[in-house]
């Protein structure tokens, strides 16, 4: 079967048993009918965070087609559950973008699934909805404010810098003119759209502490500078009140469960090759709130989600992981050993053995963070056992614990041994993680001190525009903000044709956006662009509906 058929034969429970589960009474949820459910922010007790074991899943530099990250990290809650550890699993929420692109939905695979998947991968409660409903009023304020003839702030058209969003990929819209049509329409001016989950929306929800934080940070939003160079902010506007209304309910928690009915929390959903690439903070304490053991996942490759995890988000909500588990697989350790996707599938130990300096690297990486790694080998029913065995060995000879998780097809039975190992570091007293830089540090040596010692450049390079945008930043007073670097999942590099482990490369920083709502920079890396295209071949065309209300195609 595949991940559709098996997530439509589970035996769900009501979200009032998996709230039970959490000792959650039942009015305390805001049910979005019966298998799903918001989660009040009073069930956050910040004594109960700093006893529970937070648990962080990450992943080399996967392939185009991903590795399974979300996929491990649910069946490892399921099997911590099987070995009697009280654990939730703490996700993002899929974004519409890659579900209709290449990678489809984002609810894991095989027996590892949360559910209900069709309404995750889908609108679910509609917290993206309100996102770009918060975000698209700022854009139609600012507009109307350079239109009016009597409350003007004097914005400088030429300066603005917050677009548009929707959650989609569409590349025809990257770049736009807007105000066509006559003195009727607008100011014509140039703009454009991201991706919803590219929006500093989606960041400040992500990084807000409550709904105080959350219009206090949205009242932050740089926007750009009136005709004689002041500085315009959303507050300036009075566009934050507005728009935290519209994020009443987003900005609460949902409920819902695993296929084995493990307790499951999906909330916030930036990208982590634009964004910071994690759920949100509160998401992550109130899973620490309601058991004993979190686990939850940073996207893309270690370099990437994995960083800014620690180097942003833990660092701003005062978290600290106990053990960072590392997803490797046979194909991806073959991709980077130069093994073309097409044969992939072919079983090839040199190509293993040769793309293990990927995997070397990236736990090079997280012992930079005094951090302890497991890696998790997330089996293929291609994998060989020889292939296996090459992973277990340099994983050993490196003094790292490895696994074998066939997670896919046995759920949390199949990550028992991995679910063991991750206990028994866990459980341990360990020391508080080291970032790779401080925030106090100048903007120029928190992008060096990540590019050297995270992705191994010898240096970085920066254009004439972001030379110009550092100017800016320092002029605002902004540059005690940590930086959350745009750059492709596909290589440690900003290029992503340099696979494996490359060396003696530099990082051009072509612009560093603002993000002063977030509360972090956002330093731009060779062709990364916040607006995704689709596909040849989307995933769209191959989904539908029946006349009863069943979609197929989504995987």
């Not at 559950?81 to 990678?103: A, D, H, M, Q, W």
């Not at 736009?176 to 454009?192: M, N």
């Not at 191994?456 to 800016?472: C, H, I, M, S, W």
């Not at 930043?473 to 900003?494: E, F, M, W, Y």
Request: proline share 5%; net charge neutral; hydrophobic share 40%.
């Amino acid at each position: 079967m595949n991940d559709i058929d098996i997530a439509r034969k589970a035996k769900m429970v009501p979200v009032t048993e998996i709230a039970a589960q959490l000792n959650i009474p039942e009015d305390s949820l805001n049910s979005f009918g019966k298998y799903k459910a918001k989660l009040p922010l009073n069930l956050i007790d910040e004594e109960k965070v700093k006893k529970s074991n937070l648990i962080l899943v990450s992943a080399i530099s996967p392939t185009p087609a991903g590795e399974g990250k979300t996929t491990v990290s649910i069946g490892l809650s399921q099997g911590l559950n099987k070995i009697g550890k009280k654990t939730t699993v703490v996700l993002r929420e899929p974004s519409l973008g890659p579900v209709f692109g290449i990678k489809g939905g984002a609810t894991g695979g095989g027996y590892s699934q949360v559910v209900p998947m069709e309404d995750i991968n889908l609108h679910f409660t509609g917290d993206f909805s309100a996102i770009e409903k918060a975000h698209n009023l700022l854009a139609a304020l600012i507009d109307n404010n350079i239109q009016s003839k009597t409350r003007s702030l004097n914005l400088d058209p030429r300066t603005i810098v917050w677009k548009r969003v929707m959650d989609m990929n569409d590349r025809s819209l990257r770049n736009a003119v807007i105000g066509l049509g006559g003195t009727g329409s607008g100011i014509p001016r140039e703009t454009g759209f991201d991706i919803t989950a590219a929006s500093e929306i989606m960041a400040i929800l992500c990084l807000s502490k409550n709904l105080t934080d959350l219009k206090e940070r949205l009242g932050n939003i740089f926007v750009g500078f009136t005709l004689d160079r002041q500085p315009i902010y959303a507050r300036d506007l009075n566009a934050n009140g507005a728009m935290a209304a519209l994020m009443k309910d987003a900005i609460m928690p949902n409920l819902v469960q695993t296929l084995e009915n493990t307790p499951a929390i999906i909330h916030g959903g930036p990208f982590a090759n634009i964004a910071q690439g994690t759920n949100t903070v509160i998401a992550t304490k109130m899973g620490l709130s309601l058991s004993d053991y979190v686990v939850t996942e940073a996207g893309f490759g270690c370099d990437l989600g994995a960083e800014k995890f620690l180097d942003i988000k833990c660092q701003s909500a005062g978290l600290s992981p106990k053990v960072i588990v590392l997803v490797a697989t046979v194909r991806a350790l073959k991709y980077h050993g130069g093994v073309g996707l097409k044969e992939l599938n072919s079983p090839n130990v040199a190509a293993v053995i040769q793309g293990m300096e990927n995997l070397e690297k990236h736990l090079e990486n997280i012992q930079l963070f005094n951090i302890t790694p497991v890696v998790a080998i997330n089996s293929f029913t291609t994998d060989t056992a020889e292939e296996h065995g090459a992973i277990l060995d340099k994983c050993s000879a490196l003094n790292v614990k490895a696994v074998v998780a066939n997670i896919w097809a046995k759920g949390g039975e199949g990550a028992r041994e991995l679910a063991t190992a991750v206990a028994e570091i866990a459980d341990q007293e360990q020391p508080h993680f080291n970032p790779i830089y401080d925030w106090s540090d100048p903007v120029e040596e928190k992008i060096k001190k990540v590019a050297t010692k995270i992705y191994g450049a010898t240096g970085v390079d920066y254009t004439r525009k972001a030379r110009l945008n550092l100017k800016k930043i320092n002029r605002l007073g902004l540059d005690h903000l940590p930086v959350c670097i745009a750059k492709t999942q596909k290589s440690l590099s900003d290029n992503p044709a340099l696979l494996g482990r490359p060396r003696d490369f530099t990082i051009t920083v072509r612009e560093i956006e603002i993000a002063s709502g977030a509360g972090f920079l956002v330093p731009i890396t060779g062709d990364i662009m916040r607006m995704p295209g689709l596909p040849a071949t989307p995933a769209a065309e191959g989904i539908d509906i029946d006349d009863n209300g069943n979609i197929s195609g989504l995987f």
